[in-house]
């Protein structure tokens, strides 16, 4: 009971959170199928990263949102050929068109997920800023959890299982929470292995991000540590210098790089976390340098001062192609 009560008030203080939106264009109607569908999915992948992860992220209740976009303005914009309007599957304005519907931008602390009918077969992952992630899905993913077929949406392929979307979201959840494609590893990773689902594996690294997570409850670094901003790349190569984007940097702050490997210096062969302190050796206003560990892997970076940390930002490091 005491323990029930503690994770209860830790999640009420937590305030990365993931939120469901249901978007819906103009000249769309809003279907209680896929409402209803919607809130039993995202129940479902809470407990899915739970048995993954070890802990839960928080969930907030469904929230619609009506478009002032018709479908085909979201899609093609509004001066498209016919010939682009005619093609469903055809849709370069439509992220543009979901950010402006959701206000211009993504919330920050947040997970945005958007099920949103006439968007089949489009889906995207990123996070940025501060620390705002998004997961965009459409009909394929509402058709195969409500058995709704909207006339005016993308119908999904009579060969697509039904297990397959969830792990798409699955999948793209993993990367709103910050997971990369993994790059010079074998095996299952989540981000790569959604047709698996709901047997989809995390990989050592990805469950190592997410355990660091703040949106599963670890914390988003300290306040007098600049952050770490997304916009700092995504790859580096062993022995290259690396620029970690962050205001205020200080050349006595200490760069930690994590990422799940095989200690080198004994015979243990358990896969285990790995953690370098690497030392700035240049910073200007935006960011500092440091080179890269030789063996790093797949992981993430934060800054240290003193005993206080950042927040972390996942990054894939890989040997130089020879």
């Excluded at 323990?3 to 000249?27: E, F, G, K, R, T």
């Excluded at 279907?31 to 919607?38: C, G, M, N, Y």
């Excluded at 993954?52 to 085909?72: C, H, N, W």
């Excluded at 992220?95 to 968007?119: C, D, L």
Aim: aromatic share 10%; hydrophobic share 40%; proline share 6%.
């Amino acid at each position: 009971m005491i323990q029930s009560v503690i994770l209860a008030v830790a999640a009420q203080a937590n305030p990365y959170v993931v939120q469901p939106y249901y978007l819906v264009p103009s000249d769309f109607k809003s279907h209680s199928q896929h409402k209803v569908a919607i809130e039993r999915t995202m129940d479902e992948m809470r407990g899915w990263f739970y048995s993954r992860v070890g802990a839960q992220f928080t969930l907030k209740p469904l929230i619609e949102v009506k478009s002032k976009m018709d479908y085909e303005t979201m899609r093609v914009g509004p001066n498209a050929t016919a010939e682009d309007r005619a093609n469903k599957t055809f849709m370069p304005n439509w992220f543009a068109s979901v950010r402006e519907a959701m206000g211009g931008s993504f919330r920050s602390k947040q997970v945005s997920v958007i099920f949103t009918p006439g968007g089949g077969g489009y889906s995207a992952g990123t996070i940025s800023g501060d620390d705002a992630g998004v997961a965009i899905v459409g009909d394929w993913i509402l058709e195969a959890q409500s058995g709704f077929k909207d006339p005016m949406a993308i119908p999904m392929p009579s060969s697509t299982k039904a297990t397959v979307p969830s792990g798409v979201l699955a999948a793209r959840m993993g990367q709103a929470f910050g997971l990369l494609m993994p790059e010079g590893l074998s095996g299952m990773s989540l981000v790569g292995g959604f047709q698996a689902y709901p047997n989809t594996k995390l990989m050592h690294h990805e469950a190592l991000i997410l355990r660091n997570s703040p949106f599963f409850g670890f914390g988003s670094g300290d306040q007098n540590v600049p952050r770490v901003d997304w916009s700092t790349a995504d790859r580096g190569v062993w022995g290259d210098t690396f620029y970690v984007v962050a205001n205020g940097l200080r050349e006595s702050d200490m760069v930690e790089v994590s990422w799940m490997g095989k200690p080198t210096s004994n015979e243990d062969s358990t896969i285990k976390q790995i953690s370098v302190f690497v030392a700035l050796d240049g910073v200007d206003e935006t960011r500092g340098r440091f080179k890269v560990p030789q063996g790093a892997g797949n992981g993430f970076i934060r800054v240290w001062r003193g005993s206080q940390r950042s927040n972390m930002v996942t990054v894939n490091f890989v040997a130089p192609i020879r």
